[in-house]
Every structure is written in C-alpha cells, then in structure tokens.
C-alpha cells in the first residue's frame, strides 16, 4: 500500500465526498478534509455515495487550512494541487510515495494563497471552451496516475 493521501479543501457537495471517500476506501489512501465543509458528515448524500465503503476510510479532519499546512509540513509532504489553472499536465508531473493530493472546493476550486503555496500544481488538460471536470473525477483521474507512479520500481 501506498502513503499517498487525497486532500479536500472546504469541498461543499456531499455526493462528491462521499464518492471520493469510498474511492479512498478502495485504493487504501488516507483522506484530509480540510474545514469549513458546505455540509455535516452525517449528510445523507455523501452517505448515499459513499455507502459502507465510509466505515473503513482512514479520514482526519483538520480545522482549517492553517492546522493542515502545519501538520503536512511536520510530516515533510508536500502538496500536489489538482488545478484548472495550472500549466503542468498531471502526467507529466512527478508523485512522491507520500505526496499529499489536493483538490478545490466545487464552487471555488482554492484561493490564490494555497494555490501559490502548493509545492506542485497539476492540470488536466481540457478541450477549449470547457471550465472544469468534476472534482471526484479529478480524484479519480490523478489518484490513478500517482498510484502507477509510485508503484513502478525505482529506475
Ligand atoms: C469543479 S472544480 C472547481 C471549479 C472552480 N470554479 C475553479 O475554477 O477552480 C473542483 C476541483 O476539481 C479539480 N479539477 C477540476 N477540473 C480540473 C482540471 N481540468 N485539472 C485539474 N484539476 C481539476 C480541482 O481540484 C478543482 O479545484
């Protein structure tokens, strides 16, 4: 198993979480969520996507941005952002076995001071025209690049 973790900064639609959550729960990843959330745990929808799969998440909560900073930094991981906005196509981007990987909120993706702070920031490239990918997809997506990466024997 791999030490990589999926981050959420203030996600606020509980069908996305809770479909990440149960992707976590598949894929052996620890889950950050970032506060304030848009929505309480016990919210039905993420229930409803996350299903069982939420009774063996590994899930800390951190209260803010700040108390997540410092604890990632205690822990020398580095931020792996998930952007519309970066320049770096996510598979041409280098993951580290314990990289954290960082998605936006769905109404707001991050603000400028977490996404400048992030040690990497990585794009899925899209069609002209079209603004952004469903974050649980985005997960899903750069989860699955990150984890091919990390399990390929060192050269
Ligand atoms: C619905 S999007 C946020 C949209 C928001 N209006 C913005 O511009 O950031 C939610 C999150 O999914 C991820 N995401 C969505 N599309 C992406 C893409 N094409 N490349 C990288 N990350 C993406 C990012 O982490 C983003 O913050």
Known sequence: MTDLRIALYQPDIPGNTGTILRLAACLGLKVDL??????VLSDKN???????????????????????????????RRIVLASTNAALPYTEACYRPNDILLFGRESAGVPDS???????RVLIEMVDGQRSINVAMSAAMIVGEAIRQVRLPSP
Do not use: C, T
């Open 114 to 120: 977490v996404h400048d702070g992030a040690d990497q």
């Open 46 to 76: 993420l229930k409803r996507a996350g299903m069982d799969y939420l009774a063996s998440v590994a899930l800390v909560r951190h209260v803010n941005f700040q108390a997540f900073d410092d604890w990632r930094r205690s822990e020398n």
């Open 34 to 39: 970032i506060e304030p959330a848009g929505f």
